[in-house]
């Protein structure tokens, strides 16, 4: 299944990104499955592992992937694991990171719009090939509204800012 997204740039072409994938063990065969369509659509993937369904520790690739999105080596994140727990978890101690582990493609794009999540978590063992495109492409196609959103947003980068 492939998706078209709807947002485009002012000279009407859609619009590509930067996409760093992670998973474990539990959601790389969803990972397999979401690359091939987010290449389709002419997004750039940098797939930082696992390669195969041998056990994996779910932080180190979740780890991998939320540093390009805070260094700005890649736009957006997509993490997976068995339940998205996980890997939003481990994606979310990244200073600069806001993952969320969205269900369904609602919560996706009010991730996008509310927190200006910048990295999506899935879960391989939940979320069918159609399911996760769909929320894959409301992540994708959603843009951060700020206004009173920005200054939640704002307060969560102090708290990050005080932890440190």
Not at 44 to 61: C, H, I, K, N, R
Not at 90 to 106: C, I, L, P, Y
Request: proline share 2%.
């Amino acid at each position: 299944m492939a998706w078209r997204r709807e947002t485009a740039d002012p000279l009407g072409t859609f619009i590509r990104v930067r996409i760093a994938v992670g998973s474990d063990h539990a959601g790389y065969g969803l990972k397999s499955r979401v690359v091939p369509l987010l290449e389709a659509e002419g997004h750039q993937v940098v797939d930082v592992g696992a390669t195969s369904e041998e056990s994996a520790d779910y932080p180190l690739y979740a780890e991998l992937a939320a540093r390009l999105v805070a260094g700005g080596e890649a736009e957006r994140g997509v993490v997976v694991c068995g339940s998205g727990t996980g890997v939003s978890i481990a994606a979310n101690k990244v200073d600069g990171v806001r993952a969320v582990n969205a269900h369904d493609a609602e919560e996706a794009e009010l991730g996008r719009r509310h927190n200006d999540a910048n990295v999506l978590a899935l879960a391989g063992r939940r979320l069918d090939e159609r399911d996760a495109a769909d929320i894959v492409h409301a992540f994708l196609a959603a843009d951060f509204e700020g206004g009173r959103h920005g200054r939640r947003v704002d307060q969560i980068a102090a708290i990050e800012r005080r932890s440190q």
